[in-house]
């Protein structure tokens, strides 16, 4: 079957625009999860959102950083006034409840010039 | 809080050669550890996993045992190939659906 999706897969921005990334999870998956992968920090959460329950954004590094997921499918993180720093790759991941497995995306490669 | 550590690399190793990537974690409870590897050019994909302690994971003729005693998810392959070539990442998960905390990553090139 399908596994989950990211758009788009490379991404090219100057520093101070606002970019949108998109995730879509693996259908009838529960939980959906972003974590960033960057030189030197390897992989960070960012943020959580399982079901109706209130996202976990404990991972969050600023308040440049937001992300929603309508309709308990597809999510979109956004990151405003982009900074260099903000240059990674951002992977998406959900989780069947039962199962406990994450399944990755394949991410997008964000670059800040 | 919970952390993961695991071996800088890059390791570099011959075809055939012995592997082992050490993982030592701090965490709360009783939590699920993982290795997960990222193909060149590719996602991050679950290798394997062990949910309680003594527990061995074993996929592909990678093996993993689950030490509480000592904190360790040491990876550990035989006889490794070229196309072992990737990075290997070790994780833990305290429960449930929470988010993995992944270690730096250790990049294996294996050579022919």
């Known amino acids: 079957g399908a596994g989950v999706s990211q758009s788009p897969s490379n991404k090219v921005t100057e520093k101070g625009k606002d970019v949108e990334l998109r995730c879509d999870p693996i259908s009838g998956h529960t939980a959906l999860y972003w974590y960033r992968q960057s030189l030197g920090q390897g992989l960070e959460f960012l943020i959580y959102?399982?079901?109706?329950?209130?996202?976990?954004k404990s991972g969050l590094p600023s308040d440049r950083f937001s992300a929603e997921r309508t309709g308990g499918s597809v999510s979109t993180l956004t990151i405003q006034r982009t900074q260099q720093e903000d240059s990674a790759v951002y992977l998406c991941a959900s989780t069947l409840e039962v199962s406990y497995e994450q399944y990755f995306g394949p991410g997008t490669r964000l670059t800040v010039t | 809080g919970n952390s993961v550590t695991q071996m800088e690399g890059p390791v570099t190793l011959s075809e055939e050669a012995f592997l082992t990537i050490n993982c030592t974690y701090t965490?709360?409870?009783?939590?699920?550890l993982f290795w997960y590897v990222q193909y060149p050019g590719e996602g991050l994909q679950l290798l394997l996993k062990a949910t309680k302690a003594d527990d061995k994971g074993s996929n592909k003729g990678f093996e993993a045992t689950y030490r509480k005693e000592t904190t360790s998810f040491h990876l550990e392959k035989g006889s490794v190939q070229v196309s072992d070539s990737a990075v290997y990442f070790c994780a833990l998960r305290n429960s449930g659906n929470t988010p993995l905390v992944f270690g730096k990553g250790t990049r294996l090139s294996v050579i022919a």
């Open positions: 959102f399982q079901g109706n329950s209130a996202p976990d």
């Open positions: 965490a709360t409870g009783y939590p699920s």
